[in-house]
């Protein structure tokens, strides 16, 4: 399949002609760039669990489009055994990552879709349709937040960011990368310190990517190096993005909270970059699962091993920093300042 060019690759798509989810495979990244299709609601699920999609966003317009691949691909002829096929595919596709919530949101949106239809044609359509629509609001979504947020940035400042909430991540433009972007279109002089983010290096293979093909001014750094290049007043402010927000804490990439907690040390600006559907204000930190990963992602890096067979490893994907060390949650409905507890309600809505 064609190499996206430069510019406006979408990350995840639905391709009408084939009826299928073509997407850049992210683990090739930044080796190679490739595009790849899923026919079938387990390869979606593998492709989910391998991370060759991933970064929250993209994980919702999966889901939503996974749950109209399961439709359209359908062969059952009954309308009860049809919504029970879907549900199993959205139960599938549920579990494959628990902690960011985009991944639920997008396939409840056009599961509710296909229950309400009265036929198993008009499921069809109105599950496409859907999908497209969950598609097409996250690029809205994204240019509207990077609008909001650019306002938050100096005319010339250095921005840590941790992982990658970048185009990648979304369907383009990204949510703590697009507010750079559009600090950057904005005429603004944005440096972008880029964190490793160990142990799968979204931040070196994906971010710096992305960052480095748009021609915004990217350094790397290993991640144990952020708290003294804060010391060192290296660093102006802190963007990241979220999997999932909760009426206490931001759930982000493992690290993020120790980056939160250095620049609330060195008194640095700490944000949070968001779409309105990583919000679960039903839940607190203490009631989500924090997604735990394999031995071998820290065990070894290719052929090469770095510890010993035996030596135990704790590897969570995702941390939860407490709201009261974020200075602002930036969505697209605005800035949300603390306290959260009243910000919150425009969330609710
Ligand atoms: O494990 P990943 O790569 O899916 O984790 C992604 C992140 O933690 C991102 O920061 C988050 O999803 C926000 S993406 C806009």
Redesign the pocket.
């Known amino acids: 399949m064609n190499v996206p060019e430069k510019g406006e690759p979408y990350t995840i798509a639905w391709e009408g002609e084939t009826g299928s989810i073509i997407y850049i495979d992210?683990t090739l990244l930044p080796g190679r760039c490739e595009v790849m299709r899923c026919t079938t609601v387990d390869d979606l699920a593998r492709a989910i669990r391998r991370?060759e999609i991933?970064?929250?966003?993209?994980?919702g317009i999966a889901g939503a489009m996974g749950v109209a691949l399961a439709a359209t691909r359908s062969r059952e002829q009954g309308l009860d055994r049809f919504r029970e096929e879907i549900r199993r595919a959205a139960d599938l596709l549920k579990g494959t990552?628990p902690t960011?919530v985009?991944l639920s949101w997008g396939i409840d949106r056009v599961t509710r879709k296909v229950m309400m239809a009265s036929s198993i044609e008009e499921a069809k359509v109105l599950a496409v349709a859907e999908a497209d629509a969950v598609a097409r609001e996250d690029e809205l979504t994204c240019r509207k937040l990077g609008a909001f947020g650019e306002d938050l940035f100096p005319a010339d400042c250095t921005a840590l960011t941790?992982?990658?909430?970048?185009a990648l991540?979304?369907r383009c433009w990204?949510?703590?990368?697009?507010v750079i972007r559009s600090a950057v279109e904005a005429g603004k002089h944005v440096r972008v310190v880029a964190c490793e983010?160990r142990p799968?290096n979204?931040g070196s293979r994906?971010t710096c990517w992305e960052l480095a093909r748009d021609g915004i001014d990217v350094t790397l750094i290993p991640d144990s190096s952020a708290a003294y290049l804060m010391r060192r007043g290296e660093i102006d402010l802190v963007i990241?993005?979220?999997?999932r927000i909760t009426r206490d804490a931001v759930?982000?990439?493992?690290g993020?909270y120790m980056h939160a907690i250095s620049a609330h040390y060195h008194e640095i600006p700490f944000y949070v970059?968001?779409?309105v559907s990583?919000f679960d204000l039903a839940r607190v930190e203490k009631e989500i699962a924090v997604?735990e990963r394999g031995r071998d992602e820290l065990a070894w890096c290719g052929d090469q091993m770095l510890t010993p067979d035996g030596v135990a490893v704790h590897n969570y994907?995702?941390d939860a920093t407490p709201l009261d060390i974020v200075d602002a949650i930036i969505t697209e409905i605005g800035v949300l300042r603390p306290p959260y507890s009243r910000s919150f309600r425009l969330v609710r809505g």
């Open positions: 992210q991370l991933r970064g929250a966003p993209a994980l990552r960011a985009n941790h992982c990658n909430a970048g991540a979304c990204g949510t703590a990368l697009g983010t799968l979204q994906l990241v993005g979220a999997d759930f982000n990439k493992i993020t970059a968001a779409p990583t997604e994907a995702f």
